[in-house]
């Protein structure tokens, strides 16, 4: 009976997950779905394979081990990414106010347990995060039609393009090679202040030069500084027609999130990155995606300061 009831919540999560990846693949509903799978799969090889409790203990407090070091990671990631990106301390210094209270202020079971759910708490995110992305990596289908647009991602030497943006033109000119007419190809970012020339003309010079796109077909968008920005005005060249766009297969997730904000008609493909990039990458993407709702993640860190009063005041 206990299996049976396991293998029907699995089976109406699938079901769920299916029709929310053809609805819309871009939400972090998917990753919340796909939680819920594996924690059922999970619990239903526990059932099977009738561990021993000693076994069953073992592997509880190694995945709780596991889950604290992440929570630990991807808070300090947050709080990194927020203070790099917009030098407010708003941010970090909820999430280090609320630490500091509850190591001095108050006892130490509650301030275990309050920690705890803080760590989780980010841990679940991130799972959803990158569940959500990786499943929309997998449905994701090349274009039938353009437009098309490139994101930049930087000049290597202030000048020329690199491997990672070299891998987001080679998706972007793999795809167009199949349509045709050949499609406009927009190359979208601006020029940064240690750059020479903008990210669009280098991008541009790079595709016509190495991949023989035709120039004619390419499009400038130079003046974008980042991925909204990107968006915005490439959506403004093309009178907003859909679009697809092109970017690394660890961002792509996170672009797909910010076009569907801004109201924008948008699917993503993703370069190839290697490995060695995409840890701290992801790392990365997942605290900007946490800031694309930031009043969210600061009236939780507020909620949890108050907690952490409320700790203080009727139990110290």
């Known amino acids: ?19 929310q990846l053809q609805k ?35 592997i509880r407090v190694g995945s709780y081990s596991i889950a604290v070091l992440m929570g630990i990671i991807l808070m300090l990631s947050i709080a990194w990414y927020s203070w790099k990106k917009s030098r407010r301390l708003l941010v970090p210094g909820i999430i280090g106010g609320y630490l500091i209270s509850l190591v001095l202020l108050s006892p130490w079971s509650l301030w275990r347990l309050a920690a705890l759910w803080l760590l989780f708490y980010f841990v679940w995110q991130f799972s959803r995060f990158l569940i959500s992305s990786v499943a929309y990596g997998i449905v994701s289908r ?57 990210e669009a003309e280098a991008m541009r010079e790079h595709a016509v030069l190495r991949y023989g796109v035709p120039l004619a077909q390419t499009r400038l968008e ?3 500084r980042n991925t909204i920005q990107n968006f915005r005005y490439s959506a403004a060249l093309l009178d907003g027609q859909p679009l697809t766009f092109y970017t690394s297969d660890y961002h792509v997730f996170r672009g797909a999130l910010i076009a569907q904000t801004l109201g924008i008609s948008a699917r993503g493909r993703g370069g190839v990155s290697v490995w060695r990039h995409r840890i701290p990458a992801f790392l990365r993407e997942f605290a900007g995606v946490m800031s694309l709702h930031k009043r969210r993640q600061v009236l939780f860190g507020i909620l949890w300061v108050i907690v952490a009063g409320l ?3 009727f139990f110290s």
């Not at 009976?1 to 029709?19: D, E, H, K, Q, R």
């Not at 795809?175 to 020029?191: C, E, L, N, Y």
């Open 1 to 19: 009976m206990i299996t049976l009831i396991y293998l029907v919540t699995i089976g109406l999560l699938l079901v769920a997950l299916g029709y």
């Open 24 to 58: 819309n693949p871009a939400t972090m509903t998917i990753g919340t779905y796909g939680v819920f799978i594996v924690l059922s799969v999970i619990l239903l090889c526990q059932h099977w394979l009738n561990l021993s409790p000693a076994s069953w203990q073992a």
């Open 142 to 198: 090349s274009p039938k039609v353009g437009p098309l647009v490139v994101l930049g991602g930087g000049l290597a030497d202030g000048y020329h393009v690199g491997k990672i943006v070299d891998a987001r033109i080679r998706a972007a000119v793999l795809d167009a090679q199949k349509m045709t007419p050949f499609p406009i190809i927009v190359f979208s970012g601006g020029q940064g202040d240690d750059q020479q020339r903008s």
């Open 222 to 224: 130079d003046q974008s």
């Open 311 to 313: 700790n203080v005041i």
